[in-house]
C-alpha cells in the first residue's frame, strides 16, 4: 500500500514531543505517544491512522545566554 507522505514533513524537528535516541535501530523519538522510530514519527502516525499528527506543538523559542556563543 502507498501512502501520501505527510504535507508537513518537517513538522517533527519542530514539535517539543520530539527526541532523537541513541538506539541506531530506533533514532527518532515522539515523546507524547511514547515510541520510538526508525522513520520521523510523523510518517509512523500517517502509515497507522492515515491522518496528520494530532499532538503538534511547537518548541518553545530558545533563549539564549547571555556571553554564549561566538567569541
Known amino acids: 500500500m502507498l501512502i501520501k507522505p505527510p504535507e508537513r514533513d518537517g513538522l517533527c524537528r519542530g514539535c517539543q514531543h520530539f527526541g532523537v ?42 533563549q539564549d545566554k547571555p556571553g554564549a556563543g561566538r567569541k
Open 21 to 62: 535516541s541513541y538506539d541506531r535501530n530506533f533514532p527518532y523519538v515522539c515523546r507524547v505517544m511514547g515510541f520510538k522510530s526508525r522513520l520521523l514519527p510523523i510518517w509512523e502516525v500517517k502509515s497507522a491512522d492515515g491522518r496528520e499528527c494530532m499532538s503538534f506543538q511547537p518548541r518553545a523559542a530558545r
